[in-house]
């Protein structure tokens, strides 16, 4: 089985995760405990094995009790190429 390809900010997101649950002091075994999950789901997601929708994504927020706005905040304040301004309506 092939690896899933992922674009750098899907990577980000995943760090932010991971470093999000670390920060908390938590395993994945107890995020997986506080979700009513196996271990193996946040194994996953972790690993960019499977993708989380925003519900899931704001419930793991709240098990790694991390801000879920100020994660969203953080990856959509990063450039993001050939994305282009509102103004100019040129690349930056």
Not at 29 to 56: H, W
Request: proline share 3%.
């Amino acid at each position: 089985m092939r690896k899933p390809i992922h674009t750098a900010a899907q990577e980000r997101f995943l760090a932010l995760l991971k470093g999000a649950r670390k920060a908390a002091g938590l395993t994945q075994a107890e995020v997986a405990g506080r979700l009513k999950k196996p271990q193996s789901f946040v194994a996953k997601y972790e690993n960019g094995e499977r993708r989380l929708d925003v519900l899931e994504f704001v419930a793991v927020c709240r098990a790694i009790e991390a801000d879920a706005a100020e994660m969203v905040r953080e990856i959509a304040s990063e450039s993001m190429p050939g994305r282009r301004s509102r103004k100019s309506g040129r690349a930056s």
